[in-house]
């Protein structure tokens, strides 16, 4: 049985109305709720959503076991329909936890492993630092590239 980790996912971007049910079940279908160890129905999720909608912000959700964080209903769903997602893995054991952002226009998604036990953080290993050092990049582009990682998705909303 793979190790299970608790999981939070923000939805942000634009989504149609009739996509709001699909979006819904596609958290459901990966374990996701609103809070941690809650079950919710799929009309207490929509409301949820709307609530973010009306509030603008992202929509998030929250799971205490998924399988190594892998959420591949909801991460599709998103790239299919250009929802801009940022999903934090927290760690267990000896594993730190790892954030997985994916937003529109991107290839693929990334992901950063370098971070606190709770996925909040981004930490930077001295190797990492040492390559770039070695590759001689100015400590202004060091910047610009970690504040790349991870971004927070914009306020969900719905569009057309």
């Given at each position: 049985?793979?190790?299970r ?14 996509d709001i049910?699909?979006?819904?079940d ?9 809070d941690y160890g809650s079950?919710?129905?799929p009309e ?11 509030q603008?912000?992202p ?11 892998q959420?591949e ?9 250009k929802l ?17 952002w ?8 990334q992901?950063w492993?370098?971070t606190?036990k709770d996925a909040?953080?981004?930490m930077?290993?001295l190797d990492r ?5 070695k590759a001689l990049?100015?400590?202004k582009a ?9 971004p ?9």
């Amino acid at each position: 049985m793979a190790d299970r980790f608790t999981t939070s996912y923000e939805i942000g971007g634009g989504i149609r109305e009739k996509d709001i049910s699909a979006l819904v079940d596609a958290a459901l279908t990966d374990g996701f709720s609103l809070d941690y160890g809650s079950e919710n129905s799929p009309e207490e999720l929509e409301k949820n959503l709307r609530e973010c909608v009306r509030q603008k912000m992202p929509f998030v959700i929250s799971a205490l076991e998924i399988a190594w964080g892998q959420t591949e209903a909801l991460d599709e769903f998103c790239r299919e329909k250009k929802l801009h997602y940022l999903k934090r893995v927290e760690g267990k054991y000896e594993y730190n936890g790892a954030l997985h952002w994916w937003k529109p226009g991107m290839k693929s998604e990334q992901e950063w492993t370098e971070t606190d036990k709770d996925a909040t953080r981004v930490m930077v290993s001295l190797d990492r630092l040492k390559s770039y050092q070695k590759a001689l990049k100015p400590f202004k582009a060091v910047i610009r590239d970690l504040n790349k990682i991870a971004p927070t998705p914009p306020p969900i909303h719905i569009k057309g």
